[in-house]
């Protein structure tokens, strides 16, 4: 079996920070891409950032030059820092991974429980 758990959501006033945390575990044999998505009320879930195992990382428009995305390979760790909130960012933020669990040959996608980020006016 394999879990993703997330952690770092809250409420922040807008300007401020937030880091969100995902920690992969379980028989995992290799994480490849990692990423970060979000879905806030009555819209579609919206990829935020993604990062490969080579650390090459692509963004959503919406949050260039203010979200940062990273990883620690060894812990099977992605994490999103968020700078410059605005209240439009509040949405549930979900990790998801491709992960190739040990004595398997198969990658699958594996998501994590979702995260609340909401930032005030």
């Known amino acids: 079996q394999v879990q993703l758990v997330e952690s770092g959501g809250g409420l922040v006033q807008a300007g401020g920070s937030l880091r969100l945390s995902c920690a992969a575990s379980?028989?995992?044999?290799?994480?490849?891409?990692m990423g970060w998505y979000r879905q806030a009320p009555g819209k579609q879930r919206e990829l935020v950032a993604a990062?490969?195992?080579?650390?090459?990382?692509n963004y959503a428009d919406s949050v260039k030059g203010r979200f940062t995305i990273s990883r620690d390979n060894a812990k099977n760790t992605v994490y999103l820092q968020m700078n410059s909130l605005k209240p439009e960012d509040t949405a549930v933020y979900y990790c998801?991974?491709?992960?190739?669990?040990?004595?398997?040959?198969?990658?699958?996608?594996?998501w994590g429980q979702g995260t609340q980020v909401t930032v005030s006016s």
């Open positions: 998801n991974a491709d992960i190739i669990r040990m004595a398997t040959v198969w990658q699958n996608t594996y």
């Open positions: 379980g028989n995992i044999l290799r994480t490849n891409r």
């Open positions: 990062i490969t195992s080579g650390g090459s990382t």
